[in-house]
């Protein structure tokens, strides 16, 4: 009927980017990421190097590209799997009710007092630092996130005639959650999953900028910042193009999120 | 002191208030009465100058000898609490609940008229005596969630009183209460007009407390005045058949519980049309039990009546 | 009001003895040997059985928690593996660095998004508003690190007004100030760019509210009426965020003080996980963690210090 909001559009197109640049480093990257080129460090953009080369000479563009890969893999591992566990847990809260649904609740609260850094600092300090442990940290505090959500959601679900009605029936709460709930909390789901998308990117970025996400050779933007960091008196550029990156990848899952969310819920358009 | 003549306002989605003529001399109480959304708020954030900002004024309205009808806020600040002021219909709402009432009523003392903090205290003291607030040391110190509606409303006025303004606009100042606390309200704004020779404009939708309250009567429906004059007389000997319906329809001072549908006009089926859907012409049209062809397209002029003015087509060419 | 504050406490202490269970059990029960990542792969199984029973590994995991935790509550968070010195010395040195940078940012994310927000509010569907919407929207997609190292790529190494990094010591006030300013700008943006939205929309709605038209009516004027009526009756949703924010702060704290080189728990963290110095790293995360439940407990608290009705009810 109407045409998608316009956040949305121009939030998918800068996604579609990041996606596209990731996709295409899985099979093709203008130089292999990792291979040095001393005598042409610092190079300028040019026909062959499109952004230029760092302080050993590799690529920008092909670095930047398997950032994207690195970046959306762990988002959207830790997405999925905080997703879908809490998702779980939330919706198994609102299903039981009762004492279940509050210490479920009680525990998401305690999930909180845990910001991603800290968490990921502790599994690095316990296992020494990597992109899983990363994904996993950026995974357990999507766990609470999901649960209010979804739990909230379900809720609401649970008190419809038509869910009632399937009670007075005798039909299982497994039951019922499959057929009724997940269908009517699923826009809620997706919304904070786009908008999650957009955190994981952040952080996983911070991570690796700190050492406790991608190590070396693997790039990252934010390992990629780190390095340029030092190098700031020499070449400022190569300081620019990854936080670039990240910018338009955020800003993008960002927009798409404020888009679907005035999709699935128009009542909320007037205010923002 | 103040006089609307040929007020106009027009909102995005129509015209609001068309046409109205109105004048208050000093001390002057005049009624404003109509249906739910008759315009009588509209009128009353008109003559504050507090009308939506994406309303346009036409017509003209002057206060002092001054042309109000394109001030600019600024001018009109200026002139709020001290020479009009205006209570709202929701006493409830219309405290800030998380201020002391004291506080709130001293504000513009401080602000507006520069007092010290002490001296406002006592002005705010004397104004809760005034409004007949009982322990008003006590009440200055309460929150608004800790009075009653009838202390509320006390509170409401007596805020509107702090600058001493000439005129106050009372819009639905009884609606929210029980009818014994809305006589009292009623009787304590006729005495505040008295004692300080206060212009008020009463806006209600109960015909009683308007003739209890003021002198004059004027009648409105879609934006149109309908029908004014001497209060009692129009009352007794309606020329409009809006205000004979009206009359009519009179509901029992039964007192309603908060959130209970207003009581319909029993004589007067439906209610008033959105503004964008009132007739060109007669804004009654439609409703009008005695309704006429040409009502709907043509504009009845206000005609003399016995007791004031009429705007009805059956009153020209010495209709009955 | 006392009994509410007494019951609130309850559950603030209750979370922080959980939290100090949950960082326990990370550190400690998952499969992993100390021993094997300070000393190594080549290392002799003696070496590290010896290096286990230095550490007081080899006791229960209980035990050892009751120890962690009973050291704790008076201050002994033990002897850092690595530094050789009590970790409670090693924190007293740099916690005095991380909450002036906390305190800082969060007080400069409070007046930028109270200005920006409140000003978007007054001016509501008019360009003022939309641009703000719209550098808040960018600025939210800004990581504060990279926002540090455009600041300094621009104030330092451009223009060469301010250090790049570096921490002179409290010993020098003015010097001090001057290496806080970036990091506390990097800190603060970012945070306030969400804060603003909070409060604008906040303050949109309060603005509906009746008594607004009533300040309205007595001739005040905009700006009186919106940070003295709309301001206040905003405040609850704002609040819920700071809290919110703090933790952002506290941890964003962590990231900036490596990127401008401040001797602060932050950086301190980093040395012992490099130095795999376990003790003090959970020591550490106890601390942060505890300051973000803090944080929110306090603003459990403000809520009802605000709002005139709550404190009514929570008699
Ligand atoms: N802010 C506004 N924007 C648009 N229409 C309005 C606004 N305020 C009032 N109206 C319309 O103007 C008409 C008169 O309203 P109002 O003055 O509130 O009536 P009353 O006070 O007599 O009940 C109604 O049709 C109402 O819907
Ligand atoms: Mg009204």
Known sequence: MSRPPANLLLGGALVALAALAALVSLVWTPFPHAALDVANKFAPPSAEHWLGTDQLGRDLVSQLMVGAANSLAVALAAVALGGGLGTALGLAASAMGGWVEDLAMRICDLGFAFPALLFAIMLAAAFGPSLANAALAIAFINVPVFARVARGAANQVWVREFVLAGRAAGRSRLALTLDHIVPNVAAAVIVQATIEFAVAILAEAALSYLGLGAQPPSPSWGRMLAEAQTLLWIEPMLAIWPGLAIVVTVLGFGLMGDGLRDLADPRLVRER | MLQATSLSVRLPAGEALRGVDLSLAPGERVGVVGESGSGKSMLGLALMGMTPASARLSGRLTLDGRDMTRARERDWRALRARRIAMIFQEPMAALNPLRRVGTTVMEPLRVRLGLTRAEAGARALALFNEVGLPDPADRLRQYPHELSGGQRQRALIALALACDPAILVADEPTTALDAEVAARIVDLLVRLSRDRGMALVFISHDLAAVARATERLVVLYGGDVVERGEVGAVLADPRHPYTRGLIAARPRPAPRAPGAPRPRLAAIPGSVPPLADLPAGCRFAGRCPVERPECAARRPAPRPTPHGLAACHLLEEGAP | ?315
Not at chain 3, 98 to 108: D, E, F, R, Y
Request: hydrophobic residues 60%.
């Open chain 3, 1 to 315: 009001m006392l009994l509410f504050l007494l019951r609130r406490t309850v559950g603030f202490l209750a979370t922080l003895l959980a939290i100090s269970v949950i960082v326990f059990a990370v550190m400690n029960l998952l499969p992993g040997d100390p021993a094997l990542t300070v000393l190594g792969i080549d290392s002799t199984e003696d070496a590290r059985a010896a290096l286990r029973a230095q550490m007081g590994l080899d006791r229960p995991a209980a035990e050892r928690f009751l120890a962690w935790i009973g050291g704790a509550l008076v201050g002994d968070f033990g002897t850092s593996w690595s530094f050789g010195v009590p970790v409670a010395g090693l924190i007293a040195e740099r916690l005095p660095l991380t909450l002036s940078l906390a305190a800082s940012g969060m007080v400069v994310t409070l007046v930028v998004a109270l200005a920006l927000g409140m000003a978007a509010a007054a001016n509501h569907r008019r360009p003022g508003d939309w641009a703000m919407m719209l550098l808040s929207q960018l600025g939210i997609a800004v990581p504060a690190f990279w926002l540090a190292i455009l600041l300094v790529l621009l104030f330092a190494v451009t223009l060469r007004w301010l250090p790049p990094g570096g921490f002179p010591g409290w010993g020098e006030p003015a010097a001090a100030a001057s290496s806080l300013i970036l990091p506390t700008i990097s800190l603060a943006l970012v945070q306030s760019a969400v804060l603003a939205r909070v409060t604008r929309s906040a303050a949109l709605e309060a603005m509906r509210l009746d008594f607004v038209r009533t300040a309205r009516a007595t001739g005040l004027s905009p700006a009186r009426i919106l940070w003295r009526h709309v301001l206040p009756n905003a405040l609850a949703p704002i609040v819920t965020i700071v809290g919110m924010q703090f933790a952002g702060v506290v941890t964003g704290a962590i990231v900036i003080e490596n990127v401008f080189y401040l001797p602060g728990l932050g950086r301190l963290i980093f040395q012992s996980i490099a130095n795999r110095d376990l003790i003090t790293v959970q020591a550490l995360v106890l601390m942060f963690a505890a300051i973000v439940v803090a944080a929110n407990f306090l603003v459990d608290v403000a809520y009802v210090l605000i709002d005139p009705r709550l404190k009514a009810r929570a008699t």
